[in-house]
């Protein structure tokens, strides 16, 4: 999604994919292949034998090698966001730590003992004691869409993760389950220069732990806690040097005055699903902020062209091919803005999103869930609309 920006701006892309049919390789003619764990596929994409050496350094997922990294920026290539950024994202427990630093709020937390599994599964019945019984443990490395999260109210629910880590598994943390009202998330980003900008703060619906709508901008949201939840972000982006995009998933929750305030959940630093709708409702996309940012390049407007645009992902389908319901979908919804991804269908996956923007809240959200719905396969979709999220799926 990014390759389009890149073309209209004359950048070239060069992208390592894991496979020659994956969905970058698909849209970028730049693709060697290689894992993103493969130091020598690292450093082969950005100085080729072939080819111009790369002038930056950028992600679409954490999961690469911090040594590799900082070697690569010390040899005179700009890793962005870098290291010592990224390292919040790929460690729960690191993350908490550092915005705990900052005086970001956030649920109440704490690293369970790695040390032994009888330690650690003390640590956690004193901690549900403390917050009335039940809490949210995750794996601190390694969870993404709900994986790696678990709602809990003994130690014996998580006695396999207790057993892993003691066989060199990721350590594990324990978080306070948030009685929240709804997730928010909030969009910034920011380039080498200092330069921030952020997008309205847009609510985001969870179905199964995983993402299944986004409404921008949030409804119903004061002026006031959209101005503190971007407020935070920026916060989180200068506190931890972050450069490129940056998702801020929040929880929107009632404070002991009575009045709603933020804590914040989780961190993406790279353009995120929660994002998607800028492609089609914003100024300025965050595929192309993104390029901006890492280049350090002027920022682009991030006001919304719409009144309303929400995105629907396309969770799994009962399709052989997504394009079969295109026909029928382009009829219907002749505004709605579809992007497949080109991903093999299995069920619960994302393949693709629909964007759909308006004057009229019900309508756009309806026809955006009813065009998503045609591409998993219902020719006749029932649309009905959800208010919250649930706890479980938030907190994950």
Request: hydrophobic share 40%; net charge negative; with cysteine.
């Given at each position: 999604m990014m390759a389009p920006a890149a073309g209209e701006l004359g950048i070239h892309l060069?992208?390592?994919v894991e496979e020659p049919g994956s969905s970058a390789a698909q849209v970028v003619t730049d693709t060697p292949v290689g894992a993103a764990s493969d130091e020598a596929a690292i450093r082969s994409l950005i100085a080729p034998a072939d080819g111009a050496a790369a002038s930056v350094l950028t992600f679409e997922h954490e999961h690469v090698p911090n040594a590799l990294l900082t070697d690569l920026i010390?040899?005179?290539?700009p890793v962005r966001p870098g290291p010592h950024a990224l390292v919040q994202a790929q460690d729960k427990i690191v993350m908490r730590q550092r915005l705990t630093e900052l005086g970001v709020?956030?649920?109440?937390?704490?690293?369970?003992?790695?040390?032994?599994?009888?330690?650690?599964?003390?640590?956690?019945?004193?901690?549900?004691?403390?917050?009335?019984?039940?809490?949210?443990v995750k794996t601190s490395r390694g969870g993404y869409d709900g994986k790696g999260v678990r709602v809990v109210s003994s130690p014996d629910d998580v006695a396999d993760w207790f057993a892993g880590v003691a066989d060199g598994g990721p350590p594990l943390l324990v978080e306070e389950k948030v009685p929240f009202v709804r997730e928010l998330a909030a969009l910034v980003a920011r380039r080498p220069s200092g330069e921030v900008r952020a997008w309205p703060v847009v609510e985001s619906v969870q179905r199964d732990g995983v993402c299944s709508e986004v409404i921008a901008p949030a409804p119903g949201l004061s002026a006031e806690l959209d101005a503190r939840a971007r407020e935070i972000a920026r916060t989180v982006a200068e506190g931890l040097d972050v450069t490129g995009v940056l998702a801020v998933e929040m929880f929107e929750v009632t404070g002991a005055d009575g009045v709603p305030t933020v804590l914040v959940n989780e961190l993406a630093m790279r353009p995120h699903n929660s994002g998607h709708w800028t492609i089609d409702g914003a100024v300025t996309s965050q595929f192309e902020q993104h390029l901006r940012a890492v280049l350090d390049l002027p920022l682009g407007a991030t006001e919304p062209v719409a009144a309303w645009t929400v995105m629907a992902n396309v969770l799994g389908s009962t399709l052989d091919e997504l394009t079969d319901a295109l026909p029928e979908l382009l009829a219907a919804f002749p505004e709605a803005r579809v992007n497949l991804y080109g991903k093999g269908i299995r069920p619960g996956r994302k393949l693709g999103h629909v964007n759909v923007s308006g004057d009229d809240l019900d309508e756009v959200r309806r026809r955006a869930i009813a065009a998503a719905a045609l591409l998993r396969g219902e020719s006749a979709p029932v649309v009905e609309l959800v208010e919250t999220t649930t706890e479980e799926e938030a907190n994950a």
């Open positions: 060069r992208v390592l010390e040899h005179g290539t709020p956030c649920p109440r937390w704490a690293p369970l003992p790695s040390s032994s599994p009888e330690e650690g599964r003390a640590a956690l019945a004193a901690f549900l004691t403390e917050v009335g019984g039940e809490a949210v």
